[in-house]
């Protein structure tokens, strides 16, 4: 990479920045500094109301007061100043600063930085979103007009600016509502944005890790040279581009969930120094300043368990949501691990990874020389680049049959392609592909060996350029029947056994999809097992999208990345639909219409074939048109939320931190319990041998006149009542409560923490309203 073109600007957006940070103290010797490190600084007072001093002058007195120093010092500590998530700050202190600073009178609280780290032609199609006819119309991108006006903030990577996704072809002009900016820095001018990528800005001045040396492999600027923050871009709004493809896989139209959607990038991870929370805070109250309607984060959270009054990131998406904003979250990649997920404050959107119905992949034929016809005719998952090979099928002594380094002899494996087994589901494709290359070998087939693992076939492995596929167990093991059979002969030369590994092909159809990621976080959620996460479930396996690279313009990638701005480009074009609705009623909409049945009509599957349950997929896989018109919705506000709050137990001075609101919880008189928050899935983290009571609240957004029926499906070993079991409405808007009643009819183990599994639905013929309901059992703890 050419450095010499790198221009040394840093910057912090204009909306938020306090101050003009001089030579001598630029963001890399503030990170640098052995003397102290960066906290998050939350102050009790509005900086907005009127009447009040300009905020960064209250947060410069409060750091003087805490350092003791000069003006210079304190402008030397001072990283960012927060307007709009919250009244405070970032800056550089010590452990004898903060302790100081937590002192003062109108400090409520100190946290200490912390980072994350990053977490289609087809989709829309598999989706309904895109007509089957033509990949440029959709009943329901007509409805929204293709989410033309809505906003998304994209925080993450940057952008590849010159993509053909971000072209502005098709859209009028930016939103007069408009207020952000393109910055002009490194390698990215002002003039690159257009009416379809209409802000990019980029911070860095709270990561240690980002220093001058952090330039020679990453631009400084909102430039992206990762490639996944263009990806996840085009997918939640890339316009429309024909003959996309990577490699000649997944060949077809690119675009994104709202393809005329305006895109406002907000760079906050950087190469070999992840993403820093203080960052990522700045981001957000930027966009927030900006306008921005929705946003969406494909970066993990905080550590499993984390308070969300010790969650900054979860703080100002509070604000966020009480700008009206909706944020959508990666649910992370640990999975299939129990609590695992991430981002589970209920204010947000979490959203799973799952399949499509497209299958990338190569044919392989396995016979003997001279035959007309193959012995064995398979096919394995590939999405390698490469022309139509054959050569002898090398035969491997026991020892080499793994591929193992420093195990394959030239001898055997020279201009042959090499048949090899994993044996652990940590033994990687392309490693044994490298091996097989450094032999001699012209082409690989991995077979997995055992069915267990074969779920590894949904995401089609890069062999970087090497012919290769990876074949499901029952096939791997006809191939070592054949060897097998034949291994006297073969090894004394008198039958050659040969192999032909086809050039790759994208199949669409694949029976059964949806299936849930293997890597996709689960719950039960870590922090607060009431509220089921992850939410929803959207596709975010193979995912073809736009890349950061002129020479590889589109790129297949996986993960849970993947699958959060599927939800940010879906919930653009309810917003465009329905504009006044709040996050909470988008978000029900998108939970409530969720399918729950693959292809095969029958439940979603996990990744190992079996049953997957609300800890994978939340209340479903996404339905975009079922979304846009679901009938009845259920609402929340920033206060259902901070009762929320105080059900937990977080007491005034920790909700002040995430809502902002004095002395809320003692100002109440009575707050429900966690689990009466009214959310669209329904859980209970610990069901006592109690009567158990629910409530719930739906808002008609369908018919005007329309009357709904409940029906359920009771967990087992629970005794389940719902009342009334008929809502009827006159008008659009109408509230209706209902009550949700358990009973266990077995005794319950608690001496280990189990989960059982139900659902309900409200019903009017159109429409069809489904909650999915978690019941678990929690051990008593025996040391109190």
């Not at 329905?578 to 909470?584: E, G, R």
């Not at 800890?615 to 048109?625: D, E, I, K, L, R």
């Amino acid at each position: 990479m050419d450095t010499t073109m790198r221009l040394p600007v840093s910057w912090r957006g204009l909306g938020f920045l306090c101050l003009l940070l001089n030579a001598l103290c630029s963001s890399f010797a503030v990170a640098h500094d052995s003397d102290g490190t960066i906290h998050i600084i939350h102050l009790s007072t509005n900086p907005n109301k009127d009447g009040q001093e300009e905020p960064e002058m209250t947060h410069k007195a409060y750091l003087k007061a805490a350092l003791g120093n000069s003006s210079d010092e304190v402008d030397s500590c001072l990283i960012y100043c927060y307007k709009n998530v919250f009244n405070g700050f970032a800056a550089k202190l010590t452990s004898e600063q903060v302790n100081t600073m937590t002192s003062l009178d109108g400090v409520i609280s100190v946290i200490p930085n912390s980072f994350g780290k990053v977490q289609t032609t087809n989709s829309w199609r598999f989706l309904g979103v895109e007509s089957r006819s033509d990949p440029l119309t959709g009943a329901l991108w007509q409805k929204a007009n293709f989410g033309e006006d809505v906003i998304i903030g994209i925080i993450d990577t940057g952008i590849w600016p010159e993509s053909p996704s971000f072209r502005d072809d098709g859209i009028g002009p930016i939103p007069g509502r408009w207020k952000g900016e393109c910055i002009d820095a490194d390698l990215f001018t002002k003039d690159l944005c257009n009416r379809k990528l209409i802000g990019a800005k980029f911070f860095h001045d709270a990561n240690p890790g980002v220093t001058n040396d952090t330039f020679l492999y990453d631009y400084n600027s909102a430039r992206d040279i990762d490639g996944h923050g263009t990806h996840v871009s085009s997918i939640a709004a890339g316009n429309f581009v024909a003959g996309a493809n990577s490699n000649g896989y997944a060949n077809g139209t690119a675009k994104g969930g709202a393809p005329y959607a305006r895109i406002a990038t907000y760079k906050v991870c950087w190469t070999n120094a992840a993403c820093s929370f203080a960052d990522i805070v700045a981001a957000i109250d930027e966009a927030i300043a900006d306008g921005v309607d929705v946003i969406s984060i494909s970066i993990g959270g905080t550590p499993q368990g984390t308070p969300f009054y010790l969650d900054m990131v979860s703080i100002a998406s509070f604000n966020a949501m009480k700008h009206g904003i909706l944020i959508s979250f990666a649910a992370g990649n640990e999975g299939p691990y129990t609590e695992t997920v991430n981002h589970v404050e209920p204010w947000v959107v979490t959203v799973a990874a799952g399949s499509q119905d497209r299958f990338l992949g190569a044919d392989v034929h396995v016979g003997l020389a001279g035959e007309r016809l193959p012995a064995l005719k398979l096919r394995g998952s590939s999405r390698t680049n490469y022309s139509t090979i054959s050569a002898p099928l090398a035969v491997l002594p026991e020892a080499s049959r793994y591929c193992y380094n420093g195990t394959l002899d030239s001898t055997d494996v020279e201009g042959k392609i090499v048949f090899c087994l994993q044996g652990d589901i940590s033994e990687l494709w392309y490693d044994k592909a490298y091996v097989v290359e450094a032999a001699g070998g012209v082409g690989i087939i991995v077979g997995v060996t055992a069915e267990a693992f074969d779920y590894q076939l949904k995401t089609a492995p890069d062999f970087y350029g090497f012919p290769g596929v990876i074949v499901a167990a029952p096939d791997a093991s006809l191939i070592e029947s054949f060897i097998s059979a034949g291994f006297g002969q073969y090894s004394a030369g008198a039958i050659q056994p040969v192999a032909t590994i086809f050039g790759g092909r994208t199949l669409k159809g694949i029976r059964p999809s949806p299936t849930v990621g293997d890597f996709s976080g689960r719950g039960p959620n870590p922090v607060t097992p009431d509220i089921l996460k992850p939410d929803i479930m959207a596709p975010g396996v193979d995912i073809l999208a736009a890349f950061a690279d002129n020479r590889v313009p589109y790129m297949i990638m996986y993960g849970t990345s993947m699958a959060a701005p599927h939800i940010g480009g879906i919930a653009a074009l309810l917003k465009a639909i329905h504009p006044k609705w709040s996050p909470a009623a988008i978000k029900s909409a998108i939970m409530t219409s969720a399918r729950i049945h693959d292809n095969t009509n029958r439940a979603i599957r996990d990744f190992d074939g079996s049953t997957a349950t609300p800890f994978a997929v939340g209340s479903g896989f996404v339905n975009p048109v079922a979304a846009a018109d679901p009938g009845l919705v259920y609402d929340a506000s920033p206060r259902d939320y901070s009762l929320f709050l105080c059900a937990l137990g977080y007491g005034d001075m920790n909700v002040e931190v995430i809502s902002g609101a004095k002395n809320f919880c003692s100002k109440e008189k009575y707050y429900p319990a966690a689990a009466n928050l009214n959310y669209p899935s329904l859980s209970v983290a610990n069901l006592t041998d109690e009567t158990t009571v629910i409530t719930r609240r739906v808002a008609n957004v369908g018919i005007p006149r329309s009357v709904y029926v409940v029906s359920y499906q009771a967990p087992p070993g629970v005794k389940m009542t719902i009342s009334p079991t008929i809502l009827r409405f006159t008008a659009l808007y109408q509230t209706k409560t209902f009550k949700v009643k358990f009973q266990r009819t077995e005794p319950a183990d608690y001496s280990k923490q189990t989960y059982i599994f139900g659902s309900y639905t409200w019903s009017s013929g159109r429409y069809h309203v489904k909650s999915p309901i978690v019941l678990g059992t929690q051990p008593y703890n025996t040391t109190q």
